[in-house]
T-cell receptor, first 113, second 115 residues
Framework: AQSVTQPDIHITVSEGASLELRCNYSYGATPYLFWYVQSPGQGLQLLLK????DTLVQGIKGFEAEFKRSQSSFNLRKPSVHWSDAAEYFC???????????WGAGTKLIIKP | EAEVAQSPRYKITEKSQAVAFWCDPI?????LYWYRQILGQGPELLVQ????????DSQLPKDRFSAERLKGVDSTLKIQPAELGDSAMYLC?????????????FGPGTRLTVT
């Protein structure tokens, strides 16, 4: 069955430091991959998505992600985090059979001043 | 910018009571989703609508949950009777069509606490 794994429940980084959030998927065909962010008390916002083409995709708020088929990964990165990036981040894959999203459990990002 | 609206934002109810959530998707979006998100987990799809028709409700606990989208626009999710285990965030999302390339836009959610 298709699944998405985010191995880190929490990650703490200092403000200004770089960030990488891990996402691994299990899916037989070419996946359509997404990263969403959920700030406290708010809904989910799409950061970026990968469908095909260039494996390095740029998103909003200075985030990028790289699709690596050989590693079944779609890790999210940001070169320098800001305190406002503190939130929960979700990786998801869409099933092209019914266009439904399969979600990871999320990674909570904590920013140290 | 158009947004998905949900109300109420917060709801506290006693177990065995009925509760209802409302969602108004972005204008023109044909597909509407209801998700349940338990703290510390990703969203779980409860029901998907295409216009006024249910496309998938396989994960909806139909003995107590119901959902409708009568005119293919706004939608209501109901729980009757509520149970302690129903405490969660209920998210509504919409997309232009049900397609892998179309983004799902999420509302702010309704936080339900059952006491």
């Amino acid at each position: 069955a298709q699944s998405v794994t985010q191995p880190d429940i929490h990650i703490t980084v200092s403000e200004g430091a770089s960030l990488e959030l891990r996402c691994n998927y299990s899916y037989g065909a070419t996946p359509y991959l997404f990263w969403y962010v959920q700030s406290p008390g708010q809904g989910l916002q799409l950061l970026l998505k990968y469908f095909s083409g260039d494996t390095l995709v740029q998103g909003i708020k200075g985030f990028e992600a790289e699709f690596k088929r050989s590693q079944s990964s779609f890790n999210l990165r940001k070169p320098s985090v800001h305190w406002s990036d503190a939130a929960e981040y979700f990786c998801a894959v869409v099933l092209d059979s019914n266009y439904q999203l399969i979600w990871g459990a999320g990674t909570k990002l904590i920013i140290k001043p | 910018e158009a947004e998905v609206a949900q109300s109420p934002r917060y709801k506290i109810t006693e177990k065995s009571q009925a509760v209802a959530f409302w969602c108004d998707p972005i204008s023109g979006h044909a597909t509407l989703y209801w998700y349940r998100q338990i703290l510390g987990q990703g969203p779980e799809l409860l029901v998907q609508f295409q216009d006024e028709s249910v496309v998938d409700d396989s994960q909806l606990p139909k003995d107590r949950f119901s959902a409708e989208r009568l005119k293919g626009v706004d939608s209501t999710l109901k729980i009757q009777p509520a149970e302690l285990g129903d405490s969660a965030m209920y998210l509504c999302a919409s997309s232009l069509v049900a397609d892998t390339t179309y983004e799902q836009y999420f509302g702010p959610g309704t936080r339900l606490t059952v006491t």
